[in-house]
């Protein structure tokens, strides 16, 4: 049962990731170049994944179903997936307009932030919402009641496998709009076999969440913790990108590295508590 959950999370990773690096090619014939479309679509997944996350952490004191929610979120990530094949050309549209011939520094990048983070939202909120669900699941439904580090490795390791594989297989020899319906059909995948997962009951008693809850001094801790990783990581993207040239294949390559060091970590911080 746990190695089903924990391959599902890696598969949704793995989709989330790959829907990521489609979307940063797909934005770069309206912002301009890959890199900006990198950075615009990286600042737009982080800030839906946020609020589905809090937002999710919030409402799965009313969820009695998780499983169900996770498979609905996924459903929704893969539908938008879809949806989003026809809708970027628009924003792409929509994007060159607004910014003009010769805008300034700060109308260029704010409309290169809020053009993908409006077109992707369902989405990403979608993705953040997913680790909360699948948290809760995994709680009721195991013996171990410390599962936060496994199930977050699980899903980081897939999202490494997602960048690459994407980038480096999977879009070379198929469309971008291809790309993502593959994503998409791995998001809808996962939903239907989590729906139908054997085991699956009622959450009918919440989280113990003794030692897990995050006051302000945390929040502001792990607030920096995450501005610093990701400013290292484009730091990262920035500098090999005068070895590796300025494309989607430096920041896939940074990205890979980054995400595979916080899977590595999440696994030996499970192992760690378990011992």
């Not at 799965?60 to 949806?83: H, K, N, S």
């Not at 520094?105 to 989405?123: Q, S, V």
């Not at 953040?128 to 977050?152: C, D, E, L």
């Not at 054997?198 to 006051?215: I, M, T, Y």
Request: aromatic residues 12%.
């Amino acid at each position: 049962m746990r190695f089903i959950v924990a391959i599902l999370f890696f598969v949704s990773g793995f989709a989330a990731l790959g829907s990521q690096i489609v979307w940063s090619k797909l934005f770069a014939a309206g912002l301009g170049h890959e890199i900006p479309s990198v950075l615009a679509t990286v600042s737009a997944l982080f800030f839906g994944m946020a609020g589905g996350a809090c937002w999710m952490d919030r409402a799965t004191a009313r969820t009695m179903r998780p499983d169900r929610v996770f498979a609905l979120l996924e459903c929704v990530i893969g539908i938008w997936g879809v949806v989003s094949t026809f809708l970027i050309p628009e924003a792409n549209r929509l994007a060159l307009k607004l910014i003009g011939l010769d805008p300034s520094a700060l109308r260029h990048w704010l409309i290169a932030f809020l053009i993908p983070c409006l077109a992707l939202l369902p989405a990403t909120f979608a993705m953040g919402a997913t680790f909360p669900a699948m948290y809760k699941f995994v709680y009721t439904s195991s013996t171990n009641r410390r599962v936060i580090g496994g199930i977050y490795a699980a899903n980081t390791f897939g999202a490494v496998a997602g960048v690459l594989f994407t980038t480096f297989i999977l879009l070379p020899g198929i469309s971008l709009p291809k790309g993502l319906f593959v994503c998409a059909a791995l998001n809808l995948g996962v939903a239907a076999v989590m729906l139908f997962l054997p085991n699956g009951r009622r959450a009918d008693r919440e989280p113990d969440r003794n030692g897990e809850s995050v006051d302000r001094k945390s929040a502001s801790e792990l607030f920096a913790l995450g501005l610093l990783g990701i400013g290292f990581e484009l730091w990262g993207t920035r500098m090999l990108s005068q070895v590796l040239e300025n494309t989607i294949y430096t920041y896939a390559t940074i990205l890979a590295v980054f995400l595979a060091g916080l899977s590595a970590g999440a696994a030996f911080f499970q192992w760690f508590r378990r011992n």
